[in-house]
């Protein structure tokens, strides 16, 4: 069964930097693109970034460009989202996402972003 568990959330100040973390099972992790995505409070949910099987391609939505990094290690299991300049909008539930013949989602972490 693929699962997906997301952590690192917290409470942060705007500039400040965090790290979240996805770790996946049950499928064969290396061979599928993973993705992060956010959704504020009465928001839809939004792509925030793309990472593909081997980590060579990267892509990103522009509100996060320069500030946000995705990454994975693949001995691991595990994508990461580094998360640097954060700003107030940047809070949401963060959620980890593949597509092993259907979507499959984390529970999501919260990241807040508030002085």
């Known amino acids: 069964q693929v699962h997906l568990v997301e952590s690192g959330g917290g409470l942060v100040q705007p500039g400040d930097s965090l790290r979240l973390s996805c770790a996946a099972s049950?499928?064969?992790?290396?061979?599928?693109?993973m993705s992060w995505y956010r959704q504020a409070p009465g928001k839809e949910r939004e792509w925030v970034a793309d990472?593909?099987?081997?980590?060579?391609?990267?892509s990103y939505v522009d509100s996060v460009k320069g500030r946000f990094t995705i990454s994975r290690d693949n001995t691991k299991n595990t994508v990461f989202l580094q998360m640097n300049s954060l700003k107030s909008e940047d809070t949401a539930v963060y959620y980890c996402?593949?597509?092993?013949?259907?979507?499959?989602w984390g529970q999501g972490t919260q990241v807040t972003v508030s002085s």
């Open positions: 996402r593949t597509d092993v013949g259907r979507a499959y």
């Open positions: 049950g499928f064969t992790f290396s061979s599928y693109t």
């Open positions: 990472i593909t099987d081997t980590g060579g391609v990267t």
